[in-house]
């Protein structure tokens, strides 16, 4: 099972509203990944976590808060956020000693 | 620091044409190189990947080899289909446990039957 599962797919939320992001992967690998994806471009990293502690947080504002409750689940909390943070969110797990970097299919989120 | 550089395209061809998309990287050490794929409402699927100079990575008819001279990692097929119609994005990883992948800036390509 080569799997990264990501909800919801669509997301649509007020600025003053509080939703959560969910991953779930059993391959096993110890470091999950939330990237940002606007339209045409690359990922943006987010967040790496490893081993379930937080290992990198590039600079993203608070209004986004992850969390990885144990191995296979990743979340990302969101509040209070922006027109500007409408986006594709992908969450990715890394297979061990290779790079290799396994992506879900990501949730688009629009925020209004 | 490390980098990538693609052309950005957009690469339109028809079906049966070959394809070349060029990819060189700026790294210190021996990095990790990747190609991935992104289908249009889909997440990132990697297509291939190598971990060392002259390694040749290789899947679903798409070929690229690592030159450590050219610091390049050139995605080649020689007869692209409709359903090849995508996002291609380089990759690289300074080393096989760092945990940062850096991506090039993506090359859409358009198939026509």
Redesign the interface.
Known sequence: DTEVTQTPKHLVMGMTNKKSLKCEQHMGHRAMYWYKQKAKKPPELMFVYSYEKLSINESVPSRFSPECPNSSLLNLHLHALQPEDSALYLCASRRSGTGELFFGEGSRLTVL | GNSVTQMEGPVTLSEEAFLTINCTYTATGYP?L?W?VQYPG?????LL?A?KADDKGSNKGFEATYRKETTSFHLEKGSVQVSDSA?Y?CAL?P???????S????T?VTVRA
């Open positions: 990790s990747f991935y889909e997440g990132l699927q990697l990947k971990t996002v994005f990883t080393g096989a446990n760092d945990y940062k992948l991506f090039g800036a993506g859409t």
